[in-house]
């Protein structure tokens, strides 16, 4: 399936399901406490162009990172090789 005609159905179904869990949780007085209805209130103060946004990032961020692991696991090298690796050079960069 292409993934140019998924990206908008994703989109829209992401948006009402965590609008639909928001709406549950962020009135619960149990959840008032929780890091989580902090940030469903959050959530639920968004208009919609800023969760389309926000969720839009959410899917580049995961098919970026599936993209990824899929590409080092067909290179045949263990992850565990590449992760020290990573580490090593993010170390240098860093200072």
């Given at each position: ?74 290179r045949g090298k263990p ?17």
């Amino acid at each position: 399936m292409n993934s140019i005609l998924i990206e908008p159905l994703l989109r829209r179904t992401t948006i009402d399901a965590i609008d639909r869990v928001a709406a549950r949780i962020a009135d619960a007085e149990v959840a008032k406490a929780a890091s989580v209805a902090r940030l469903l209130r959050a959530w639920n103060d968004l208009d919609r162009h800023e969760k389309e946004h926000v969720v839009a990032t959410m899917i580049a961020i995961g098919s970026a990172a599936v993209t990824a692991i899929v590409a080092l696991k067909k290179r045949g090298k263990p992850l565990k090789k590449l992760r020290k690796r990573a580490r090593k050079a993010a170390k240098r960069i860093a200072g």
